[in-house]
Nanobody
Framework: EVQLVESGGGLVQAGGSLTLSCAAS????????IGWFRQVPGKDREGVSC????????YIAHSVKGRFTISSDNAKNTVYLKMNSLKPEDTAVYYC?????????????????????WGQGTQVTVSS
């Protein structure tokens, strides 16, 4: 069955860096797009970035552009989110999600409703 497992979250000071990992299994990695979302209590889930490993497309939200970078290691079926220059407002639970890559474009990558599979999330806390 499809499984997505996030790791790499933790506590970091403002200005620091973290890299999150999303390990995927149970589907053909090259046929799917993998997105990163984040959520804080009381707010909607926010799209952060997305990658389509099979055709090399990447998308990034304006709120993190220039600070976060998404990448993949296809041999490991793993997607990474490198987060630099972290701010307290980046504090959230970060989730990865997967959907067939045909459904993703620049207008849809950050919409949680299009993603079929979700991981359990990893907490990122940025202190001031």
């Amino acid at each position: 069955e499809v499984q997505l497992v996030e790791s790499g979250g933790g506590l970091v000071q403002a200005g620091g860096s973290l890299t999150l990992s999303c390990a995927a299994s149970g589907f053909t990695f090259a046929d799917y797009a993998i997105g990163w979302f984040r959520q804080v209590p009381g707010k909607d889930r926010e799209g952060v970035s997305c990658i389509s490993p099979g055709d090399h497309r990447t998308y990034i939200a304006h709120s993190v552009k220039g600070r976060f970078t998404i990448s993949s290691d296809n041999a490991k079926n793993t997607v990474y989110l490198k987060m630099n220059s972290l701010k307290p407002e980046d504090t959230a639970v970060y989730y990865c999600a997967a959907v067939l890559n045909y459904y993703v474009d620049p207008d849809l990558f950050d919409r949680a409703g299009i993603y079929e599979h979700w991981g359990q999330g990893t907490q990122v806390t940025v202190s001031s």
